[in-house]
């Protein structure tokens, strides 16, 4: 082998580490996965308490009660039993990211991504947005002024360990609250379907008919029709009367036929067939009102957290809402510092009591651990992650322990604290800034060894 080859061979070597899988959650991770959910449970009964204890009138504490419970509590207590009775392999039904059996798998193409997107923008879909701040709160808006919203994001569904590559929709009559829509995921790399027939996009198709509650979280949410082979097939017609040489072949009962309800709550039935879509070569002329699809795919593989984090640098919203959270709760403390001080003349984090200094020293090297980590974890760092968990968990220790007497406090104080860093705990220790943490890691140590690489091939030259 030349050296001109030995160079080429060395920069092609790395790309294959991009293949692999973010790993599982370690023990780690679980215990702080474990350790939130029974803390958030624990807050959420208390909020119910404190409802039912206090007046009427103070319907604030409902008000979190449901929140809590339907966000944080009901979902981390779903995920942890659906890890234990929930099979993870593919029985024809995505998952919901809180565990639960999601919508089914009733769509199946043969095709490369380009010509799956002509297909569908030619049929008259819309590519769905991201799930960002901003998405969120222009679908709430559109929601609640019943504007059109065209490309709104859709809810994550997991199939294969992650969530879908993207997502196509179409409004009906510029509502938000009714749309078509169907999620794409790419197959792994000759993986065959049950039969040994193999596709290289999977995909779920269901009619969103309105926004309610879910049954098993109590979030708000869109409901969708239970009849799913109707969309099935409308999603089908859509693309061969629009492409007249597509082929489609249908496995009849693939699955069996069924009555079930969705993650939301929903009833769903179908007959079990599965069309497989053959898609025709894509041609080059560009859609009307195309725009170039940035979004990587996400977070099941390795390779696909690395591209996100390196394309945009984007952090997931639990990340962000993480440190906010952990900032607002360091803020509750510092306030009680602050009116300690204005009402005594020293400052403390524990008022009334004889350990104020040592506390208040205590406090003070904590929180200011705290926003150290905080900065860290949002680089991506791991380490830094796990830590800042340990300093939450200790935190909220010392606070329940106070709240509870050893250490005298008002109630709107360390519990309010005590609240946010349970909450910031639960996001921190969640899937997405687990995976996030990971990939960022790896891109780190890809981007030093992708140097390092090209140095090596350079004097090779």
């Known amino acids: 082998m030349t050296q001109r080859q030995d160079a080429r061979s060395a920069t092609r070597r790395r790309p294959y580490r991009l293949r692999q899988r973010i790993p599982e959650a370690g023990p780690i991770d679980q215990f702080f996965f474990i350790i939130a959910g029974i803390a958030a449970i624990w807050l959420t009964i208390f909020l119910l308490r404190e409802g039912f204890r206090w007046n009427w009138s103070n319907w604030l504490f409902f008000i979190l009660f449901w929140a809590m419970a339907a966000y944080l509590t009901l979902p981390r207590l779903h995920r942890i039993l659906s890890d234990i009775y929930v099979p993870n392999y593919f029985i024809g039904r ?77 409004e009906v009559d510029g509502s938000p609250g009714k749309r078509h829509h169907v999620r794409f995921w790419r197959t792994p790399q000759d993986w065959p379907l049950p039969g040994g027939h193999r596709v290289d996009w999977l995909a779920a198709a269901t009619y969103d008919r309105a926004v309610g509650v879910s049954l098993f979280t109590l979030q708000i949410t869109h409901k969708i029709d239970a009849d799913i082979d109707i969309e099935r097939d409308y999603v089908t017609e859509s693309i061969t009367t629009t492409i007249p040489d597509t082929e489609v072949t249908v496995l009849e009962d693939f699955t069996t036929g069924y009555h079930s309800r969705n993650g939301g709550g ?18 080059d002329s560009p859609l009307e009102g195309e725009r170039r699809q940035e979004r990587a795919l996400r977070p099941g593989g390795l390779a696909n957290a690395l591209e996100e984090t390196k394309a945009s640098r984007r952090r997931p919203l639990s990340v962000l809402a993480s440190a906010a959270l952990v900032l607002a709760g360091a803020a509750v403390l510092i ?39 905080i900065v860290l974890t949002l680089q991506g760092k791991q380490v830094p992650r796990l830590i800042l968990m340990f300093f939450l968990l200790f935190s909220i220790t010392v606070g329940l322990v106070d709240h509870f007497g050893v250490l005298p406090a008002p ?6 604290a005590a609240g ?15 995976e996030y943490a990971v990939a960022a890691r790896q891109l780190r140590h890809d981007t030093r060894q992708a140097i390092t690489d090209i140095n090596d091939a350079t004097r090779l030259l």
């Open 94 to 170: 995505t998952r919901t990211s809180d565990g639960l059996l999601g919508d089914p798998i009733n769509l199946a193409f043969r095709g490369d991504e380009h010509q799956l997107h002509q297909a569908m923008r030619k049929a008259g879909w819309t590519l769905a947005d991201e799930i960002t701040l901003e998405s969120a709160w222009q679908i709430i808006r559109a929601t609640l002024t019943r504007r059109s919203y065209s490309e709104a994001p859709v809810s994550p569904l997991l199939l294969f360990g992650r969530q879908q590559d993207f997502a196509y929709q179409q």
């Open 420 to 434: 946010l860093q349970i909450a910031g705990l639960m996001m921190l220790s969640s899937n997405s800034s687990r």
């Open 335 to 373: 306030s009680i510092g602050v009116a300690d001080f204005i009402r005594t003349g020293e400052p403390s984090l524990v008022p009334d009591s004889e350990f104020s200094g040592l506390a208040t020293i205590t406090g003070a090297v904590v929180l200011l651990a705290q926003l150290i980590l």
């Open 411 to 416: 109630l709107g104080t360390n519990i309010a």
């Open 266 to 283: 929903d009833s769903i039935h179908t007959d079990g067939d599965l069309p497989i879509i053959e898609l025709p070569d894509a041609d």
